[in-house]
């Protein structure tokens, strides 16, 4: 019994020694490129989770839309996927790359948020102030009236 698991084992350890990385496509992407399609890819899924509805009923194609906007095909992109994937410290490093993007965007876009906001804020400020006014010259002239009653 022990001699059949010692030969799964080394079969095994042997038949995984093997791997070989996938040849370099004639058309691979670019390693800043991914970055910017894997950085767009999250943000359209991103999107589709917030109102997939919205997306079906009006036949938009994401990863289409993705892939024309890159100029790619979905072969291309799949063969340099996998020829990146094949170098663990390179796809590592695409996706730190994506994570820095996402990380940029979403303070950029907090500080858009923020400045509406605050524009918000001071239009509001600004009517309240002109409510109260009103009320205020609203109350003044319902008590000089009721003085000259």
Known sequence: MKFLYYLSFFLLLFSCSDVKRPEKPKDLISEEKMVSIYTETYLTNAARSVDSRFIRENGIKLDSFIYSKFGIDSLQFVKSNTYYASDMDTYESIFLKVEKNL??????????????????GITKEKKDSVVNAEEGLLIESQTSEEEDN
């Open 103 to 120: 990380a940029a965007l979403k303070i950029e876009k907090d500080s858009i948020v923020e400045v509406i906001d605050k524009e918000e």
